[in-house]
């Protein structure tokens, strides 16, 4: 078995699935280390699962974009002596995988679905119409361990959950590295308020509203929340200030492929379909026939939104009883 | 004191157009026959001439740089007639197949080659580097810090809004949780997002004025490198194409469209 590492760049009281969905991948591979940048208080209890062998924490907490997590995730791939570092494909470890990987002189795989024991990566390319496989060139006898950045849900979260079970605590390593002085300053940081929905990129269920909502995003809401699913939008929904920017769609948004997609009033812009087209299945709701959504959807209504989702909603209610 | 001359660098990239069909060719590689200039591209191009237009006594130069095969001069010419200075192309066979690794080699070369050969009349310049957000094909984003790091510069990624300041750029960013305010000293790279603003068209007169600017082509050889420094770490093994989605049932609301959605989910056991 190999040693796998993975890089979590902020870790808070419990593990996100995404986080969850990281270890079962490593664990898959041999044994596995944890390098945490930002953290509060002792964060080894939440990472006591099984197959968690060793934690590296710097001396103090290293929120991104600090580059000395840099420094803690060459480190720690000396001390874990691993052959692949894991992370998510996130903006803040993407910056610091990125980084490391030229550090160690080797390659970088990012937007992965999974990998296999030979450290095959599959992923998704050309906004989910290719599939590919790729490398390292020198896979038969790497110098240096293969990077690789995950995109989240691509293990069933039952799974997961089987997979990823409380074990032990892991022994923790305090490694010497101090956040760097000038360079890049933080001088203000706001929490970006977190949804009581399902996170858009893990979630089961996804309904998105786009212009065709004229700005009351009530009726999806309440849809939403009687499916469980998150709440998704268009650019032209989140530019115009109707639903936060977080909850975009898109290219330039969240990819999500869930098992169902329902999307109302958005017309289906070849940038909504590049974070979205792969869905299992895509509902359509739009008042124009033909709106290039209806290309690409499963079950679609040529209606009025305000008209179909309250039925809709109605129609759910009543099968509940 | 009279703030240093600034060279400001966007990274320009010709990629497939994404409204048409994209493919993988035999070798494992995007087709890169036919192009237009990505858009996400612009964004940077026109943060970059608003910084340059907000300070009119500072001397700063927009210079486009592209890393392509030959008709990636067009994204150059586009980046001249939405408003470069004047924009560099480099083109190489050795870098057809090139990883973000190999990439990353190729543009720290480029970039010290592009801000050694430039001339300022105020003074030593500093420089910074501006990137989209991603590659529209590549989508990985992981680009700049790969350049910064090899750079020795600074980064910041995924900016929605930017201010220069005597001797830093104040950005605004949202990293995973939080959104940030992060001030940054040269020289840096830095990406940002299609929130950052609203692209400009050329007008016709830009268009004319692009003819008389300079766009100068480079190979790996005139920056220094040679094939072994760029030879990709990743290699692709097998691509596959998804069967395309097709278009399924498509009823006209009678009046119990709501209905029959929810009927459909049930069908489908998505309920
Ligand atoms: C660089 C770049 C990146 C982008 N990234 C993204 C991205 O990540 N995500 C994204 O979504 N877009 C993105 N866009 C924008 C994209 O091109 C489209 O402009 C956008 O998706 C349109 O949003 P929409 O479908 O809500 O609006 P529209 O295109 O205006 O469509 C509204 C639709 O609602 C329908 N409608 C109106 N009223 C009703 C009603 N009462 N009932 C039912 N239907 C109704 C209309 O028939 C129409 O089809 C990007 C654009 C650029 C240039």
Known sequence: MSNVLVFFDELGETLTPAQKEL??????????????????????????????????????SLPAPEVAIVDLLE???????????????????????????????????????????????????????????????????????????????????????????????????????????????????????????PALAEARIVVAGGRGTDGDFTPLEELADELGAGLGASRAAT????????????????????????????????HQRAGMQTAGTIVAINK??????????????VGDLHEVIPQMIEELRRRKG | MVNAPLHIITLVKWVPDAQLERRYNAEGRIDRSEGVLSELDE??????????????????????????????????????????????????????????WATSVALKAAVETVTGAAEFDSGEPEYLVLTGMASEEGESGALPAQLAERLGAHVVTYATALDLEAERLVVTRSGGTESQRVAVSMPAVVSVTDQVNDPRYPNFKAIMAAKKKPLTRFTLAD????????????????????????????????????????????KERLL
């Open chain 1, 23 to 60: 270890i079962a991948q490593a664990a898959a591979l041999g044994e596995v280390h944890i390098a945490v940048a930002a953290y509060d208080g002792d964060p080894t209890p939440v990472l006591a699962v099984n197959g968690v062998q060793e934690v590296y924490l710097p001396e103090v």
């Open chain 1, 75 to 197: 480190t720690s791939v000396a001390e874990s002596r691993a052959v692949v570092v894991l992370g998510s494909s996130t903006a803040d470890a993407t910056d610091a995988l990125a980084r490391l990987a030229v550090r160690l002189d080797t390659g970088l795989i990012s937007g992965a679905a999974s990998i296999t024991a030979d450290l095959v990566v599959t992923k998704s390319e050309l906004a989910g119409s290719y599939t590919t496989t790729s490398r390292l060139v020198s896979a038969a006898a790497p110098a240096q361990p293969l990077v690789v950045t995950f995109k989240p849900n691509n293990i069933d979260p039952q799974r997961v959950d089987t997979l990823v079970t409380e074990g032990e605590q892991p022994e923790v390593n305090v490694l010497p590295v101090r956040p760097s002085v000038g360079g890049v300053e933080i001088e203000e940081r706001t929490a970006m308020e977190v949804s009581a929905r």
């Open chain 1, 239 to 270: 530019d115009a200030g109707w639903i936060e920017h977080a909850a975009q769609v898109g290219q330039t948004g969240v990819t999500v492929s869930p098992q169902l997609y329902i999307s109302a009033g958005i017309s289906g812009a070849v």
């Open chain 1, 288 to 301: 124009d026939e033909d709106a290039q959504v209806f290309e690409i959807a499963d079950f679609g209504v």
């Open chain 2, 43 to 100: 964004y940077p191009l026109e943060a970059a001439l608003q910084i340059k237009e907000a300070a009119p006594d500072r001397e700063i130069r927009v210079t486009a740089l592209t890393m392509g095969p030959a008709g990636a001069s067009t994204a150059a010419k586009k980046a001249l007639q939405i408003g470069a200075d004047d924009a560099y192309q480099l083109t190489d066979d050795d870098l057809i197949g090139a990883d973000i």
């Open chain 2, 223 to 266: 920056i220094g490198l040679r094939r072994e420094h760029v030879e990709a770490k990743v290699r692709v093994l097998t691509t596959a194409a998804r069967p395309p989605r097709t278009a399924g049932e498509i009823i006209t609301d009678e009046g119990d469209a709501g209905v029959k959605i929810v009927e459909f989910l049930a």
